[in-house]
């Protein structure tokens, strides 16, 4: 069963640049969370998808957005990039909601410069 | 309002010895509880998990304990093996925060060999 899969691994951007990353989860899961990761600091949820739905939403600014597809993929926009932004994110998969045991992916490092 | 604690950044062990790491919380509602490991440039992967009703669960050398009085509960590992060595999280979660996963800051457990 493959696991959870995040595109890309790596990401160099620049300031004012926005970015897409990608996750797809576990076969048959359908609820897809997002959490950023900074140094020093927990996991910080961002959002969750749960059938193509937000089903729940972290205190980040509306600069970071998400969605989910029908076939349970999701992808995640942050917009005018900022240097704070810099942070490994990473996508958890579950089969009926987030707060259940999670898969997550690798993550996507992201680099703002 | 740090929900969930975990106060040592860093826990170094000796190979073979009993590892213990704690996590505090403050949120009554909180009605179930799982710790995740992580490895460097690794998504945290599920370990085990404890609900409220409990006050231990035990998975092979890893064993949590809930201490609901105290809004406390510890992960014991024995024995500490190297492949141990990792940053282990905290998180709580329940119907009250919409099944949002609640994490720690994460503490990292060095095994000495």
């Known amino acids: 069963k493959a696991g959870v899969t995040q595109t890309p691994r790596y990401l160099i951007k620049t300031r004012g640049q926005q970015v897409t990353l990608s996750c797809s989860p576990i076969s048959g899961h359908r609820s897809v969370s997002w959490y950023q990761q900074t140094p020093g600091q927990g996991l910080q949820f961002l959002f969750e998808?749960?059938?193509?739905?937000?089903?729940n939403k972290g205190n980040f600014p509306g600069r970071f957005s998400g969605r989910q597809f029908s076939n349970s993929r999701s992808e995640m926009n942050v917009s005018t990039l900022e240097l704070g932004d810099s942070a490994l994110y990473l996508c958890?998969?579950?089969?009926?909601?987030?707060?259940?045991?999670?898969?997550f992916g690798q993550g996507t490092r992201l680099t703002v410069v | 309002d740090q929900q969930v604690k975990q106060n040592s950044p860093s826990l170094s062990v000796q190979e073979g010895r009993i590892s213990i790491l704690n996590c505090d919380y403050t949120n009554s509602m909180f009605d179930y509880f799982l710790w995740y490991k992580k490895y460097p440039a690794e998504g945290p992967t599920f370990l085990i998990s404890?609900?409220?009703i409990k006050d231990k669960n035990e998975d092979g050398r890893f064993t949590v304990f809930l201490n609901k009085s105290a809004k406390h509960l510890s992960l014991h590992i024995v024995p500490s093996q190297p492949g141990d060595s990792a940053v282990y999280f905290c998180a709580a979660t329940s119907m009250d925060s919409n099944y949002q996963l609640i994490w720690g800051a994460g503490t990292k457990l060095i095994i000495k060999p």
């Open positions: 958890a998969s579950s089969f009926h909601r987030a707060g259940t045991e999670a898969f």
């Open positions: 998808y749960f059938s193509e739905t937000q089903r």
């Open positions: 404890i609900s409220s």
